[in-house]
C-alpha cells in the first residue's frame, strides 16, 4: 500500500524488533515472561497497599497510581508486540496506531508528572516532617494524582495532534514495534520543522520541569539528611529514596534520549532499542526496586501470608 496522504492511509506495517522468524519466537517467549512478571508484581504492590492500613501514607498513595500507570503503560503497547512477534505479522490500522500512540504517550507524560509529584512528597516528608501531615494531607494527594494523569493526557494531546495534522507519502512500513511520535514524523512528507519544534517544546515542559523538581527536591532532601545526627535516620532516608532516584534515572535518562534529540543523523534502529528500556525494561522494575529493601512491603507481605494461612486453618 502506498500512503500518498492520511486520508488515504488505512493501515501501516510495524517492521519490530526483527525479522529473523526464530528470534521473533524467542523474544516472544521472554518478552511474555517480563509482561506478565510486570503486571502481576504491580497488582501485588497495589493489593497489598489496599489491604494493609500500615500502608496508608502518601508515599503508597502515590506508588499505587504509579503501579496502576506501569500497567496501563506495558498493556498499551506490549500485547500487540507479542501478537506481531507470534505472527510475524506487524500491519496495523490507521485508526489503532493513532489511538496506541496518543494513549502510550499520556501514559508516558503522565509517569513523568508523578515521579516528580513523588520527589515532592519525599522532601515534604524528610525536610518539613512537623507540617507534613498537613501539607499532604489527603486532598492534597488526590489534587497531585489527579493533575499528573490529567496533565498527562491534555499534553500528550498537542504532540498527537500536531503529527496526525501532517500529510503521509511513501512507505508505510514504520522502523519500531508500536506507533510512537518521533518515528512517524519519519514517515511525513514536507517540512516538519515546525511540528518537532512544538513536540521539543511540549518535551522540555513534561520532562525537564518535573526532572528540575525531582533533582531539587533530592538536592534539598540530600542537605537535610547529611545534617542528621542519627546514623539510622540517615540510613533509613537514603534507602527511602534510593529506589525512587533509579527509577527516575532509568526512565527519565531513556525518554530524553528519544523526544529531546534531532531525529536526523541517528541509527535507523536507535529509536525502538531506547524505546525497549521505557517500554519494557522500566515498567518491570519498578515492583522489583520499590519492594527489594523496602521493609514496610515485607512486613506487608508477611501479614497476609499470616492472614491467609489463619483463614485455611479455619476453614478446615
Known amino acids: 500500500m502506498r500512503a500518498e496522504n492520511l486520508t488515504l492511509a488505512t493501515e501501516f506495517i510495524l517492521e519490530g524488533l526483527t525479522n529473523d522468524r526464530s528470534t521473533q519466537i524467542l523474544l516472544f517467549i521472554v518478552i511474555l515472561i517480563i509482561y506478565l512478571v510486570t503486571v502481576a ?4 504492590i497495589i493489593l497489598l497497599v489496599q489491604v494493609d492500613s500500615s500502608l496508608h501514607t502518601p508515599m503508597y498513595f502515590f506508588l499505587t497510581n504509579l503501579s496502576g500507570l506501569e500497567i496501563c503503560y506495558v498493556t498499551s503497547t506490549v500485547p500487540q508486540m507479542l501478537a506481531h512477534l507470534l505472527t510475524g505479522n506487524g500491519v496495523i490500522s490507521f485508526t489503532r496506531c493513532a489511538a496506541q500512540m496518543y494513549i502510550s504517550l499520556s501514559l ?8 516528580g509529584a513523588m520527589a515532592y512528597d519525599r522532601y515534604l516528608a524528610i525536610c518539613s516532617p512537623l507540617v507534613y501531615a498537613v501539607a499532604m494531607g489527603r486532598g492534597q494527594q488526590w489534587q497531585l494524582a489527579t493533575a499528573s494523569w490529567a496533565g498527562g493526557f491534555l499534553i500528550a494531546m498537542v504532540d498527537v495532534v500536531s503529527t496526525l495534522c501532517l500529510p503521509f507519502c511513501g512507505t508505510n512500513h514504520i522502523n519500531h514495534f508500536f ?3 518521533p518515528v512517524l514524523l519519519k514517515l511525513a512528507c514536507g517540512d516538519t520543522k ?3 519544534l512544538a513536540i521539543f517544546m511540549v518535551a522540555t515542559l513534561v520532562l525537564l520541569v518535573p526532572l528540575s523538581v525531582i533533582l531539587t527536591s533530592y538536592g534539598l532532601i540530600l542537605s537535610s539528611v547529611l545534617h542528621m545526627k542519627s546514623a539510622a535516620g540517615r540510613s533509613k532516608a537514603f534507602s527511602t529514596c534510593a529506589s525512587h532516584l533509579i527509577v527516575v534515572t532509568l526512565f527519565y535518562g531513556t525518554i530524553i534520549s528519544m523526544y529531546m534529540r534531532p531525529q536526523s543523523g541517528a541509527a535507523p534502529d536507535f529509536d525502538k532499542q531506547i524505546a525497549i528500556f521505557y517500554i519494557v525494561v522500566t515498567p518491570l522494575l519498578n515492583p522489583i526496586i520499590y519492594t527489594l529493601r523496602n521493609k514496610d512491603i515485607h512486613a506487608a507481605v508477611v501479614k497476609m501470608l499470616r492472614r491467609k494461612s489463619l483463614l485455611q486453618k479455619v476453614m478446615l
Do not use: A, P, R
Open 108 to 115: 508516558g507524560c503522565t509517569e513523568c508528572i508523578l515521579l
Open 194 to 196: 515546525i511540528i518537532e
Open 41 to 44: 508484581g504491580n497488582l501485588v
Open 179 to 181: 506507533c510512537e511520535v
